[in-house]
């Protein structure tokens, strides 16, 4: 197990070093010059060059991407031409707000759809089955940015139990935390609950149909035992997989929640950046959520490891 986390590991730093590169090559990319386009086209020549220097621009390529990552590494991103702040005070303020959003999304879409999915699986066919299979299909289709809207539009202005923007630390208000939370983080489990429903149902349904599965029938087995000590680890490859990718688009899917609930976190930060040109926060906010969907694959390969030991000689 140790030489295969190891090379997990080694593989995960690769893959780090490459999200770095082309977070670096945004600047690069950019038609014009990089500098001009921040400041726009009224700027000054001297303005111009003073931002270019100021961003290493003026330096040789390679140069430019060492002093960067070098820097990226000990947390020092530059700083912020729009809002004049450090760019690693802006993240440090606003990712502990994104990472409560995106953990408590992904804790109840998971805990929720995997126990659906066994549902699912064990009453195939039943009315159970049924409703709960139509929901996961509606699940799957319906936008997170619509959704959020229709909930603004009914629970905020129409019945007015919900705060229909913005974000308090469960440290200052719980209870208004609370109810804010409580509709982006619906917005958010949305998709990945519908998925990891779908998954598990078809995961277990061909478990359940393995001889090993009808021997413990046969041996009169409680029905608890049989699902979660036999069937659901052998069902949980592929809804691991799953889980993994349900991260990334739980922390990407944070661009739209926290844009339509006016929540400070880092998706916001990453659209308005975007929107002011203000490309040194960018390269940040890309970095950042680059190495947290690193981290979240670096964990499900382990996961295999200890789900199926033979993924280990592999």
Not at 229 to 252: D, F, Q, W
Not at 284 to 309: E, F, K, M, T
């Amino acid at each position: 197990m140790g030489a295969f986390i190891v090379r997990r590991i080694v593989l995960s730093i690769v893959v780090l070093f490459l999200v770095s590169l082309l977070a670096f090559m945004i600047v690069q990319l950019l038609p014009g010059d990089p500098a001009l386009t921040m400041l726009g086209q009224d700027a000054s020549k001297e303005q111009v060059e003073l931002l270019r220097h100021e961003l290493w621009l003026d330096r040789p390529l390679a140069v430019q991407y060492w002093h960067w990552l070098s820097n990226a590494a000990v947390g020092n991103f530059g700083k912020s031409i729009t809002f004049q702040e450090s760019v690693s005070g802006l993240v440090a303020n606003r990712l502990p707000i994104t990472l409560n959003l995106s953990l408590i999304s992904l804790v109840i879409s998971t805990i929720l759809g995997v126990g659906f999915g066994i549902i699912c699986a064990i009453r195939r066919g039943g009315w159970l089955d049924t409703v709960i299979t139509l929901f996961a299909n509606l699940g799957i289709a319906v936008p997170i940015f619509w959704l959020g809207i229709l909930g603004i539009y009914f629970f905020g202005l129409k019945l007015g139990w919900l705060p229909i923007q913005g974000y308090t630390s469960p440290l200052e208000d719980f209870a208004k935390s609370a109810r804010q939370l409580v509709m982006p983080v619906i917005c958010m489990s949305v998709f990945a609950l519908a998925s990891l429903t779908r998954q598990t149902r078809s995961s277990m349904l061909e478990v359940v149909r393995q001889d090993y599965i009808r021997t413990a029938w046969s041996k009169g087995l409680k029905e608890r035992v049989i699902v979660m000590k036999h069937a659901l680890k052998n069902a949980l490859i592929p809804v691991v997989t799953l889980l993994g990718m349900e991260l990334r688009i739980v922390v990407g899917g944070s661009v739209v929640v926290e844009t339509v609930f006016n929540i400070p976190g880092m998706g916001r930060l990453l659209v308005s950046s975007v929107l002011n040109k203000d490309f040194v926060v960018v390269q940040a906010c890309v970095l950042i959520i680059g190495l947290i969907v690193l981290v979240a694959n670096l964990i499900v390969d382990i996961s295999y490891g200890w789900l199926d030991p033979r993924i280990r000689y592999d």
